[in-house]
């Protein structure tokens, strides 16, 4: 098994992706609200890239439709990207999700051209690690970053999943330069990770917008034991029927 880190997956060469076990992070926030949601109730989070997508397939199958972009809810929508929107499970109505981001949806996407995608966060580093060294593949760890720009927030979450890789198996794969530093990065806010992702560029525009609450949700490492699967269609956790 080699671990390559991917920084921005704006940079990824989807050629690349083929036949690798591939994690995409974004922690603040769709990644998070992705395993918060399926954790709590819904079924299926549909990731879409576009605005006009998303409500267009949430009011033809009547799916719950939630956006975000520049870290607020899109005008029109009902729900925003937050993950405390989602964490009390799904109203009378549908258990599906359409979810469109500024970042993290559209590198989910991106993507697909993996042998197995899977999307991480603290929330559930430990049962994305346990999934990856099932699969037994390479592994592309895709950091979906901000605006095409590189966020702290994605590495940490890369490096945590590796953190508990290392605790699984008793040691580290062979992994490139930049996955040894998300490692690194992670053993460093090991014991407060809430400050890690206050620390990046992103986290301080969150907490701008007043979205402490949603960093301090993203922060609690392995609080929910799945790792969600996408089909190419949607996200699921293995084993639920869609």
């Given amino acids: 098994m080699y671990i390559k880190l991917i ?39 549909y990731p879409v890239a576009e605005a006009d997508e998303a409500r267009a397939l949430a009011e033809a199958r009547g799916f ?32 599906a999700l359409v979810l469109t981001t500024s970042n993290g949806t559209g590198a989910i996407r991106k993507a697909a051209a993996a042998a197995c995608v899977l999307t991480g966060s603290l929330l559930n580093a430990r049962a994305v ?9 390479d592994v592309q760890l895709v950091c979906a970053g ?6 702290l927030e994605d590495a940490l979450g890369a490096g945590f999943v590796l953190v508990e890789m290392e605790q699984a198996a008793g040691g580290l794969p062979e992994m490139d330069d930049l996955a040894m530093a998300a490692y690194d990065l992670a053993r ?16 301080q525009k ?33 084993g639920v029927e869609s």
């Fill in 129 to 137: 690690a346990a999934a990856v060294l099932r699969e037994g593949r």
């Fill in 206 to 238: 969150l907490l701008r917008l007043g979205r402490e609450a949603d960093l301090r949700w993203c922060a609690r490492l392995n609080r929910f034991d799945l790792a969600p699967v996408f089909t190419g269609d949607c996200l699921m956790v293995p």
């Fill in 7 to 45: 920084p921005v997956a704006a940079s990824c060469d989807v050629t690349d992706l083929a036949g690798t076990t591939a994690v995409v992070f974004d922690v603040l926030r769709a990644t998070s609200t992705i395993v918060t949601a399926l954790a709590s109730g819904f079924r299926l989070v």
């Fill in 188 to 203: 460093f806010y090991s014991r407060d990770p809430l400050a890690g992702l206050r620390a990046g560029r992103h986290g």
């Fill in 146 to 151: 901000t605006a095409g720009e590189f966020s």
């Fill in 64 to 95: 719950l439709l939630a956006g975000e972009r520049g870290g607020e809810k899109i005008a029109g929508f009902p729900h925003g990207n937050s993950p405390l929107e989602f964490s009390a499970g799904p109203a009378a109505g549908s258990d």
